[in-house]
């Protein structure tokens, strides 16, 4: 979304930010310097008070935001609640951002994979081995399991890092007593430490000693592609959801340092258990990108996408495709292991074709393989969200998966649909769908009752979500506007919500279309409308009227009624 779009004129920032005289571009900069002139032509306020500056004491978008007026004193000065303002310094509310000089070190292509690289070397002389296939492993449970649970001192030839045994007749501790973090009682002295000496970078974390993900049992919200975004994570959070994903990112962009992309792996500090997912077709750069997660950002597990049913992904050899391609899938899931402190799971479908299920099948192997858990969605790729999930073939493989953890992912809506799928066996349920039409479900579902919502209830939940939004993508006109796209995107998906009170029987099934109906009141009839130009009014409501020659096509056309 290019800024421009929405203002002609921009003011430059650092004229908002205070420091005019220190403007890079100098008299080339095509933004303007004059206050005045950017004033008078700046679209009308869009409300008398700025969440930035009641929250924080301080709004960082100056003139420039939309609610300027409740925060600007004469000569367009900004003020500064400072009282309000010391209560938040230092204080860090959004982690995992990209840093500067984070993306200088990727574009440059100066970042150290040094696990990563390891990783593909020792693949690299399995293929020049006569390996065939590129099959990453050859030992059998018994050995993995004696590896795991050594002494430290045991276990250094038998590092995950490297994932083929040794040929006949090799020693398998060479390449260990080598390194040069080993050898050479000098190199050792010269090296200046801070703090207490680990020995990390020479013996690696055996899994029995990696953190466990302990989530049995909890709500689970899916990573969902454009409406899992952060402020949406913090409504649902606030409703009871105990575990919460980022979006799915690509790994290739991840490791370009593009900005947009790892922006879909910050995390609100209220997220107390926060995993991110990546999609990726190949173990260079899935194991590369898992390396510089595991260095650079605060997760507490990190997702491998094997179910996204999207043909621009899929025809990549990503997402869905993985399940069809288990060489490359177990070389990706033991590299990221590998290099990472944090569990590994993996999100999967029961298959790629309508009929034939071949999760059953690879659920044994991902486990052997190294993941902490696994997610299954009761559908195929060609079902895509189309007729129920498969609910008993969920249960099926939780039992194969057993002792690993599986979450069942499909179809819940209600307390009761929750209920049925915790008693099939599975260790905790994922809530995809069902949260974007009522986020309120994780606490229908805690409290085991149906929550009848009035309109005015679900318009302070939409409230919430500007707020949140305007306080993540800012409260200029480029951050309204990206708060609003988002919201619509949103609204898409709430509009299929029925109220408790007009159902004719509980409760509401995730497939079920209404015919079209009146609301109790003119707000829960607006909410109900399957119609675009209600949910801009809607927006209208919250973020003031849309720019001129504005339109809305939601980006997820989910074919789940015919």
């Known amino acids: 979304m290019k800024p421009n779009h929405y203002e002609q004129s921009r003011l430059c920032p650092s004229v908002s930010q205070g420091c005019a005289e220190k403007c890079y571009f100098g008299p080339r900069c095509r933004f303007l310097h004059d206050i005045g002139e950017y004033m008078a032509a700046k679209p009308a306020d869009l409300g008398r008070s700025c969440v930035l500056f009641e929250t924080f004491g301080k709004c960082i978008y100056g003139v420039t935001c939309r609610f300027a007026q409740a925060h600007l004193g004469d000569g367009y000065q900004n003020i500064v609640n400072t009282d309000l303002a010391k209560q938040w310094e230092g204080k860090s509310l959004v982690r995992n951002n990209l840093s500067k000089d984070l993306q200088h070190q990727l574009r440059k292509r100066k970042f150290s994979f040094k696990k990563a690289d390891e990783y593909l070397r020792a693949l690299a002389q399995t293929h020049g081995d006569g390996g065939k296939g590129g099959k990453a492993t050859g030992r059998s449970k018994e050995e993995q399991e004696v590896s795991n649970c050594t002494t430290p001192q045991e276990g250094l030839g038998d590092s995950p890092e490297c994932p083929v045994l040794p040929e006949q007749g090799e020693d398998p501790k060479t390449d260990a007593l080598q390194s040069p973090g080993l050898t050479g009682s000098e190199e050792a002295s010269s090296i200046k430490t801070v703090g207490p000496v680990t020995d990390e970078d020479i013996i690696k974390l055996r899994s029995c000693e990696k953190k466990k993900l302990e989530i049995q049992g909890k709500l689970y919200l899916a990573p969902l592609t454009t409406c ?262 949103w609204l898409s998906f709430l509009c299929r919500y029925i109220p408790v009170g007009l159902l004719e029987h509980l409760p509401q099934k995730i497939n079920e279309r209404p015919p079209y109906y009146m609301g109790r009141d003119y707000l829960e009839t607006l909410m109900a409308s399957q119609n675009v130009d209600d949910w801009i009014k809607i927006s209208e409501l919250l973020l003031g009227p849309v720019p001129t020659s504005f339109t809305f096509l939601p980006k997820h056309k989910a074919n789940s009624y015919r």
């Open 228 to 489: 899992g975004n952060l402020p949406f994570r913090r409504i649902c959070k606030r409703f009871g959801a105990d575990v919460t994903c980022g979006e799915m990112a690509v790994c290739t962009n991840l490791l370009q340092g593009q900005s947009s992309e790892w922006a879909l792996l910050k995390r609100h500090h209220t997220e107390d258990i926060f995993g991110v997912q990546l999609e990726g077709a190949f173990p260079d750069t899935m194991t590369k990108c898992a390396e510089l997660l595991n260095q650079t950002i605060e997760v507490d597990f990190v997702d491998i996408n094997v179910g996204c049913p999207i043909d621009l992904v899929y025809k990549k050899g990503g997402g869905c495709a993985l399940m069809t391609r288990s060489n490359k899938f177990e070389q990706i899931v033991r590299g990221m292991n590998s290099v990472l402190d944090v569990p590994l799971t993996v999100k999967i479908r029961t298959g790629v074709q309508e009929k034939i299920n071949v999760a059953h099948k690879i659920i044994p192997k991902i486990r052997e393989w190294g993941a902490s858990m696994v997610t299954l969605h009761g559908r195929s790729r060609e079902q895509r969200y189309t007729r129920g999930a498969d609910w008993d073939y969920i249960a099926e493989c939780a039992k194969i998966a057993s002792p690993m953890p599986l979450f069942g992912n499909g179809d819940i809506l209600s307390y009761e649909d929750a209920n049925r799928a915790m008693q099939m066996g599975v260790s905790g349920i994922m809530i995809a769908r069902g949260a974007l039409i009522k986020p309120w479900l994780f606490t229908e579902i805690k409290e085991q009752r149906h929550w009848d919502i009035s309109s005015s209830e679900r318009f302070d939940i939409l409230k919430d979500f500007t707020n949140y939004g305007l306080e993540h993508w800012g409260s200029d006109t480029q951050g309204v506007e990206k708060t609003r796209k988002f919201l619509l995107e």
